[in-house]
């Protein structure tokens, strides 16, 4: 007997059940590790999201302190910056509400160092010292011209620090005036009032 054929159905995949997704930016897994890092620091905003509120030139000199209540405490890096910010502290708290921060006060305290272009400004830049003609010698037979670039580049640091001389001869840092100097200023205010008062 002669089986009838049937017409074979062309073979179509199943739907998928779920559109695929499309790789996260790296920023959206970073930003909560981000800010849970600001959490358990005890800062009320992360970094990064300060920056974003108030603009780089600002964060590059002032980051967020404590918060007390409602007032943010604002870590500037000099008295100048201190005043600049005092008077954009209503610009300041309107774009912090904007990215979640809702304060009704700002507080300056200056801090040298504070803002996140410090640390790059201040590091000193290494002295390189002149490589002693022995050890130039010797590194002259070193056969893998990387590692002796390395070497050199590594003893001319150290031989530039060795010339700065050890720590305790270096300049120390100036220590705090005493309460007494600043009080004994003349015509001078202890009051923090108003400029009219």
Not at 42 to 71: M, N, Q, T
Not at 107 to 114: H, P, S, Y
């Amino acid at each position: 007997m002669a089986s009838a054929k049937r017409p074979r159905a062309d073979w179509k995949p199943d739907p998928p059940k779920k559109k695929p997704r499309a790789p996260a930016p790296l920023g959206a897994l970073v930003d909560p590790a981000r800010e849970e890092f600001a959490r358990r620091a005890g800062l009320p905003i992360d970094r990064e999201r300060w920056r974003r509120a108030v603009g780089d030139r600002i964060a590059a000199r002032a980051e967020p302190g404590w918060l007390k209540g409602s007032v943010l405490t604002v870590i500037a890096a000099s008295s100048a910056w201190a005043q600049e910010l005092s008077l954009l502290s209503e610009e300041i708290r309107r774009r912090l509400k904007e990215h979640g921060l809702r304060v009704d006060g700002l507080r300056f305290v200056v801090r040298d160092g504070a803002g996140y272009d410090h640390a790059r400004a201040q590091r000193p830049a290494a002295a390189r010292g002149p490589l002693p003609p022995e050890l130039r010698e010797k590194l002259a037979s070193v056969e893998d011209p990387e590692l002796a670039a390395a070497i050199a580049e590594a003893a001319g640091f150290a031989l530039g620090n060795q010339q700065k001389g050890p720590a305790s001869e270096r300049p120390r840092a100036r220590g705090p005036r005493g309460a007494a100097a600043r009080s004994a200023r003349s015509g001078r205010n202890s009051g923090r009032g108003s400029a009219g008062s």
